[in-house]
């Protein structure tokens, strides 16, 4: 059974940083991740990947320069380091595996939500003024 074990959301002030991470557990196949976020009332947005097909990781536009994903030694756990981080960043914040290719260019994360098979339970960040 495929599950995906996401930790680390709560509430900061803005400014300040979180860490999340994200754990593929009876993933038979790792192909690319991804971390989503949806705010209330907003579409699920790609917030930025790893592909671990190119050991690489990918960002969203409005995230580059402030959030970074890097993984443990064994290249299981990611994380999504996210720091100066402000109001428009509180969402709940999904990370997302595929274990192969859909579409797109290959080895790249995709940013369409329905490209990925597995999904955590979902991370509340909270920013607060």
């Known amino acids: 059974q495929v599950q995906l074990e996401e930790s680390g959301g709560g509430s900061v002030e803005a400014g300040n940083s979180l860490r999340l991470s994200c754990t593929p557990r009876?993933?038979?196949?790792?192909?690319?991740m991804a971390w989503f976020r949806q705010a209330p009332g907003k579409e699920r947005e790609f917030v930025g990947g790893?592909?671990?097909?190119?050991?690489?990781?990918y960002y969203a536009d409005p995230v580059k320069g402030r959030f970074s994903i890097s993984t443990d030694n064994a290249k299981t756990t990611v994380y999504l380091q996210m720091t100066s981080l402000d109001r428009e960043d509180a969402a709940v914040y999904y990370c997302?595996?595929?274990?192969?290719?859909?579409?797109?260019?290959?080895?790249?994360?995709?940013?369409?939500?329905?490209?990925?098979?597995?999904w955590g339970q979902g991370t509340q960040v909270t920013v607060s003024l």
């Open positions: 997302a595996v595929a274990t192969h290719y859909v579409n797109g260019v290959y080895g790249v994360p995709s940013q369409t939500a329905t490209d990925y098979a597995y």
């Open positions: 009876g993933v038979f196949s790792r192909y690319t």
């Open positions: 790893y592909s671990w097909i190119r050991a690489t990781p």
